[in-house]
Structure formats: C-alpha cells, structure tokens
C-alpha cells in the first residue's frame, strides 16, 4: 500500500467536521459566551424576550453540536498525524491521545483537575513544537511559539493555585498572568505572518475595519464590558492600552480572511478554534478546541508555506506534474 503524502488533504469527513467545529464554537463564542453576558445591558431588551431566547437557544445548541463534533475531532486529528508517519507526526498524535485519555478520566474522577491541567499545557507545548519542526520556517514558528508561550504561561498560574490548594507547594505566579497577556497579544499581531503570501488588499481591509470596531467597544463606559468579555472568553484581563487589542483583532481577521480567500479551509478552521478555546485553562471543552486547532495548523500550514514556484521549463514542468507539494521532509 502506498504511503500517504504528508501534504495529502484530510479525508472528507474529518475536513467537514473541523470545519463544523470551527462554525459551531465560533457560533456559541458569539452568542452563548458574548451576547447572552451582555443583553441585559440593552435597553428594552424585555420588549425582545422571544427573539433573545431563540437565540440563546441556538447558542446552547451550537454548544452541544461543538462539543459532540470536539470528541470526534480530537481522536480524529490524531489518527491523521500518526498515519502519515514520522517521529515529529507520531510524538504530536501521541501527545493529543494522552490529553483525550486524561479528559476522560478525569471526567470520570478517575484523574485529578492539576493532572488533567498539566496533560493539557503540556499538549499545547508539543504541538507547537512539532509544528514549528514540520514547516521549519520562523513565519510559522514565532506565532505558533508566541500562542504557545501565552497558553504555558496562563496555565503555569493555574497550576500554581491547584498545586498550593492541594497542599504541593506555594509558588507566587501572578507574574505570570501578565506576561500570558503580553504574550497573547503579540501572538494575535504576529499572525499574520501565517498568511505570508497570500494576505491581500480585501484582508487587510477586513482586519483594519475589525479593528476599529474593536477599538470603538473599548471606549467610554463599554470598555469595562469588552475587557470583562476579553477575560471570561479568551483569558485575556485587558490591563494593556486599548489600541493593542484592536490591532491584535484587527490581525486576527485579516488572517483568517486571507486564509479563506485563499481556500485554505483547514488553515481558517485551526486559526478560529485558537480564537474561540482562549488562551488558558477554562475549561477541557475550550482546551479541546485550541489542541484540534493547532494540530489542524500543523496539517496545514506546511502545505500552503512550503508550496514551490511552477518552474517555466515546460520540461520541469513534466518531471512535477502530478505531484502535490507538501511538508519538507523530518529530519
């Protein structure tokens, strides 16, 4: 039997459901977690009941649909990485099947929240390893190392607490809150590194309307509701100026609008579940979705940056034809 190209495209069904996921959480970030926290401060918003609980019941739906596509995706994305082969693949495929195993056990109560914790922050570190190992180029590995670094740091202060909770040690780690802040945000400026080569004029014009509307929540008495909707969603405490959040949104959606208009679905699916799982230990659902997310990236990115010039040569162009080009080769 032949061996799949590592830059083979996803069978069907595992491409429409990180698709689905991505949709899904993205709907339920929107609703569940965004508008049903802050329509009580719009006014007459009981002359709107009925429309408010439809949407809240869609949010709530949108919910359960992520979280049922999230069991399939998790075990699916690693099956993917471990049969296209390499050490790197395998190493990151066994990392997200530890993560899915202690979920559920943990789940089960079998398993503790600091080792579920711990499995998690340590997933997230493998993958970025890996990616940044598979596409070898620093385009790629200063973002996914910057949202690495942001998620580590995040969780490092959780841990600290569980640890001291359960009596382990005492470790001062509120320095490290702000530095997963100033980390994060780099991340979101640096993304659109990801899209070199493919970001056009409409994405840029996307990212920078994105970023003044952004930058208009955050003024006056809405400020204090964008930065508590910036923590409960992406763990994000908003202590930087303003300005900053805005760019790093503004570069978000310019990323992810270049990955679209250049029909990298797979790229635009990982980039958006990072976006809706935060940066952080809120929960296995959104842990769940920024691991999808970033092995999602890791079967992606080497494709689209790794892509080679059509050579001119008619005869070049014979020898090539035919063959897809993928990730560069593991060391």
Known sequence: ?????????????????????????????????????????????????????????????????????????????????????????????????????????????????????????????????????LTRRWTVAVPIGLFAGAFVLSSAHT??????????????????????????????????????????????ASGIVVAAVVFVAFLGNGGATARFLLLWNEGLSGVLPSVAYAGAAGCLAATLAAFARSRNGLAAAGLLLLVTGGIGLHSTYQSGLVITGMALLAMALPNVLEQRKQPENGRAQDRTRGVMPGAPAEA
């Open 159 to 204: 841990l600290g607490e569980s640890a001291a909770q359960e009596g382990l040690l005492t470790l001062r780690t509120d320095s490290a809150l702000t530095a997963a802040e100033v980390v994060g945000v780099a991340f979101a400026l640096a993304v659109p590194l990801l899209a070199r080569g493919v970001l056009d004029r409409v994405s840029v």
């Open 1 to 133: 039997m032949a061996e799949r190209h590592p830059g083979a495209a996803l069978p069907p069904v595992i491409a429409l459901g990180a698709a689905g996921l991505a949709i899904a959480s993205a709907f339920e970030l929107l609703i569940l977690r965004t508008f049903t926290r802050t329509a009580i401060h719009i006014p007459g918003i009981t002359a709107l009941r009925e429309p408010y609980e439809v949407l809240s019941f869609g949010g709530r739906y949108a919910y359960f649909v992520a979280i049922t596509l999230l069991m399939f995706a998790v075990p699916a994305t690693a099956w993917t990485l471990w049969s296209r082969g390499g050490p790197v693949r395998r190493g990151m495929a066994v990392a997200m099947a530890g993560f899915a195993a202690m979920s559920g056990l943990a789940a089960m109560e079998f398993a503790g929240r600091l080792a579920l914790d711990t499995a998690t922050a340590g997933t997230v570190a493998v993958l970025a390893v890996g990616t940044a190992s």
